[in-house]
């Protein structure tokens, strides 16, 4: 059998060592030191608005944080976006918030405008205003943050924005995970840089960012003995991850352009074959960095040919690829959740598909795709 092609493998430059090895020769291998203080760097210089930068383990966590710092509680209300993945859901219920869940519109398939400000004014007639609204840049693709944040700013609700699939995309000249109270960044090993594990929390002060610190390092008060008066977490990421960030930040710029370069790539695949829309920006506004590309079929177009027969020809290949994710109010975990929307986030799952992205696929390996894509298509 051929060798498997990932949907998003890591993608290293070749300086990450470097880094790591400065690590080992000071002895800072703890989850402090100058590694961590030069990656947070990096990523203020490369985010370019006036923000402030906090490594942590996971983008989960800087989540979790993000949601402390805008003082949710157990039984408060989060609105977050439905079609995502649960990572972004999962922190409100660690505080024992609860979720309230809200469509996608069709263009970026992001939360849409119009059933967040009907979720926002429901719940308070209800007599229950939401303490946040975690937004997410979905695959790479910029929401529709000029609509989100007027809503936000007239209710006064502050935005978390989930950017961790969307380093380097920007809105309107401004970076994902800038726009809101709070942002979040993911280094997991599938995203466009990779640090093994971590994520980033971005604040819009410096105090913010301190507080951010302090809680996702045990909250250890200022004192000889350790002293906490507020619960901790271990949260903070460590300077061998954030050695592997920092040479990861040096090769960015090249992740981005060879992932966008994927998704002209599918454009060109798909652009005689009727029924397959590949997703892409909806104007000059936006800019994605195409983590993922992504299709939507629609079979009555195709002569039945739906999202499962093409990633079953996929895997007959040793090809990854994958449904879209599926909606949190669909999940079983969130089933009481309360959800503002129609049928959008439903049919992007049923009938969408993400495609093989890696920044390091090979002239070979994107032949094989190809194939694939003819195959089941034209022939």
């Not at 805008?70 to 989060?78: G, I, L, P």
Request: aromatic share 8%; glycine share 8%.
């Amino acid at each position: 059998m051929s060798t498997k092609i990932w949907l998003s493998s890591p993608h290293m430059g070749g300086n990450e060592l470097k880094y790591i090895h400065e690590a080992f020769d000071s002895n800072w291998v703890a989850p402090l030191g100058p590694n961590v203080g030069g990656f947070e760097n990096d990523l203020e210089t490369f985010l370019k608005e006036e923000v402030y930068v906090a490594a942590l383990s996971a983008g989960t966590a800087a989540l979790h944080l993000a949601l402390i710092a805008s003082d949710v509680k157990r039984d408060d209300e989060v609105i977050c976006q439905s079609m995502t993945f649960s990572a972004s859901a999962n922190p409100i219920a660690y505080l024992g918030a609860k979720p309230v869940f809200v469509d996608s519109e069709k263009d970026t398939w992001n939360m849409c405008p119009v059933q967040l400000r009907k979720a926002v004014e429901n719940r308070i007639q209800n007599g229950v205003k939401p303490k946040a609204i975690i937004v997410v840049h979905l695959y790479g693709m910029p929401a529709k943050m000029d609509e989100i944040l007027q809503v936000a700013n007239e209710f006064g609700i502050p935005v978390i924005e989930d950017a961790a699939e969307a380093l380097g995309s920007h809105y309107k000249g401004k970076m994902c995970g800038t726009m809101g109270q709070y942002g979040v960044l993911s280094f997991n090993g599938n995203k466009i840089i990779a640090t093994s594990g971590g994520g980033a929390l971005v604040t819009q002060s410096q105090k913010d960012k301190d507080f951010a610190v302090f809680l996702s390092t045990q909250a250890r008060d200022e004192a000889p003995h350790y002293q906490h008066s507020h619960i901790g977490y271990n949260y903070r990421m460590s300077n061998i991850s954030a050695g592997i960030g920092r040479g990861q930040m040096e090769v960015l710029n090249d992740r981005i352009r060879a992932r966008r370069e994927m998704s002209n790539f599918y454009r060109e695949c798909f652009k005689d074959i009727p029924g397959v829309k590949v997703l892409q920006e909806p104007n000059s506004d936006y800019f994605s960095n195409h983590w993922l590309s992504a299709i939507l079929i629609d079979p009555s177009l195709t002569n039945g040919i739906d999202r499962e027969t093409l990633r079953l020809k996929f895997l007959e290949e040793n090809i990854e690829s994958r449904p879209l994710w599926k909606p949190m109010h669909m999940q079983p975990v969130f089933q009481d959740a309360l959800y503002f929307g129609e049928n959008v986030s439903e049919n992007l799952f049923e009938n969408g598909l993400c495609l093989p992205s890696c920044s390091n696929l090979t002239d070979e390996e994107r032949e094989r795709i190809k194939s694939v894509i003819v195959d089941c298509f034209v022939k």
